[in-house]
């Protein structure tokens, strides 16, 4: 089983809401990543987690703040967010440093 | 330097094969992906090479890496309609200090199968 799942699949939230978007894999993976993709671009790193310990931040903008409650869980929460911040949030998940990263279907953000 | 190049665009007959074409500039590169990405979707992993080896094959899927030249290719046999997809290489230097590994994403080909 190499299942990422990613809630919600869509989001649609004003400039002043806070939401956050959820992660999940019970494959036994160490290291989990949230990743920002913009259309037809690749996918651009935001953070990673390793061990449940955040070990690299992108310079992401303080509105999003990553979460890991446990090793299977990753949650990203967005707060003021910005309609340039609209783009597919996709979460990633692998056994460990060196392992192939399986990704989540995604979840679609609007910022209205 | 860190970009990974691919053409934007490649279109195919149905029942040709594809051939996608990915280059670098890190040879230190562990291993190389190729993720495929149907609209709307997530990243699908296809296929991965070591950077020790030069080919891999697995059912229709052949991968050819040049490390000298920092070539990687990505053919698939019998392209099917299923097959259109963007299809992006990416390139592992290892683990990170903190944990984790970071992958360098290519820019993207769209294949395009027609009937």
């Known amino acids: 089983d190499t299942e990422v799942t990613q809630t919600p699949k869509h989001l649609v939230m004003g400039m002043t809401n806070k939401k956050s978007l959820k992660c999940e894999q019970h494959?036994?993976?160490?290291?989990m990543y949230w990743y920002k993709q913009k259309a037809k671009k690749p996918p651009e790193l935001m953070f990673v987690y390793s061990y449940e310990k955040l070990s690299i931040n992108e310079s992401v903008p303080s509105r999003f703040s990553p979460e890991c409650p446990n090793s299977s869980l990753l949650n990203l929460h967005l707060h003021a967010l910005q309609p340039e911040d609209s783009a597919l949030y996709l979460c990633a998940s692998s056994q460990d440093a060196t392992d192939t990263q399986y990704f989540g279907p995604g979840t679609r953000l609007t910022v209205l | 330097g860190e970009d990974v190049e691919q053409s934007l665009f490649l279109s195919v007959r149905e029942g040709d094969s594809s051939v996608i074409n990915c280059t670098y500039t890190d040879s230190s590169s562990t291993y190389l992906y190729w993720y495929k990405q149907e609209p709307g979707a997530g990243l699908q992993l296809l296929t991965y090479?070591?950077?020790?080896?030069d080919m891999k094959q697995d059912q229709r899927l052949t991968v050819l890496l040049n490390k000298k030249d920092k070539h990687l290719s990505l053919r698939i046999a019998d392209t099917q309609t299923g097959d259109s997809a963007i299809y992006f290489c990416a390139e592992s230097r290892g683990g990170l200090t903190g944990g984790g590994n970071k992958l360098t994403f290519g820019t993207g080909t769209q294949l395009k199968v027609e009937l």
């Open positions: 090479i070591f950077s020790n080896m």
């Open positions: 494959m036994g993976h160490r290291a």
